[in-house]
Antibody, heavy 124, light 110 residues
Framework: QLQLQESGPGLVKPSETLSLTCSVSGGSISSNNYFWGWVRQPPGKGLEWIGTIYYAGSTYYSPSLRSRVTISADTSKSQFSLKLGSVAAADTAVYFC????????????????WGQGTMVTVSS | QSALTQPPSVSGSPGQSVTISCTGSTSDIAIYNRVSWYQQPPGTAPKLLIYDVSSRPSGVPDRFSASKSGTTASLTISGLQADDEADYFCCSYRSDNTLVFGGGTKLTVL
């Protein structure tokens, strides 16, 4: 069955770039029926959508993070990645990658399969 | 980008029903049937319970049901069980091609 696994540094210094990769096993990210997204959750707080990518390259970003976020996909490795620049303490969170259904109108919809999440701390 | 509004907490006794509301706007819940609900026990990843307002993925019990009216979506859990105790989040698609989550609701089973 499809599984997602986040990987990347657990500690990032302020003002630097956070980089995470999501590896997808048991299936391909080159599916017409799905999008691939990133969600984060600061300690003790709620979920925040970061952004989403379609394998062909279309991207969708949270307005509040758009200026600092880049999501890309490598179909040959069945991976997609997140880069968040100029990080600060407020970016400390568990970062989840997830598969998203394609909704009516061919736009990203619900997150149906999630990775276990990876904790990223921003600190000097 | 304002989050959808959920009550911080709800509670109920085993066997009872509880309803969690999720209030959005005329830019999201009111005009799109793309509301989803997630269950997140402590220390775990969220799990999809409901998509497209009221559809259940395979394996989700029919004790979980959902609907929407106007700018508000609702999740109802009937026949409460101890392991229903978790955080619940709603999510909606928005007219600017973005997604937004609710702030989350902590369900306590008394």
């Amino acid at each position: 069955q499809l599984q997602l696994q986040e990987s990347g540094p657990g500690l990032v210094k302020p003002s630097e770039t956070l980089s995470l990769t999501c590896s997808v096993s048991g299936g391909s990210i080159s599916s017409n029926n799905y999008f691939w997204g990133w969600v984060r959750q600061p300690p003790g707080k709620g979920l925040e959508w970061i952004g989403t990518i379609y394998y062909a390259g279309s991207t969708y970003y949270s307005p509040s993070l758009r200026s600092r976020v880049t999501i890309s996909a490598d179909t040959s490795k069945s991976q997609f990645s997140l880069k968040l620049g100029s990080v600060a303490a407020a970016d400390t969170a568990v970062y989840f990658c997830a598969r998203q259904r394609k909704g009516v109108g061919a736009n990203p919809d619900a997150f149906d399969i999630w990775g276990q999440g990876t904790m990223v701390t921003v600190s000097s | 980008q304002s989050a959808l509004t959920q009550p911080p907490s709800v509670s109920g006794s085993p066997g009872q029903s509880v309803t969690i509301s999720c209030t959005g706007s005329t830019s999201d819940i009111a005009i799109y049937n793309r509301v989803s609900w997630y269950q997140q026990p402590p220390g775990t990843a969220p799990k999809l319970l409901i998509y497209d307002v009221s559809s259940r993925p395979s394996g989700v019990p029919d004790r979980f049901s959902a609907s929407k009216s106007g700018t508000t979506a609702s999740l109802t859990i009937s026949g409460l069980q101890a392991d229903d105790e978790a955080d619940y989040f709603c999510c909606s698609y928005r007219s600017d091609n973005t997604l937004v989550f609710g702030g989350g609701t902590k369900l306590t089973v008394l």
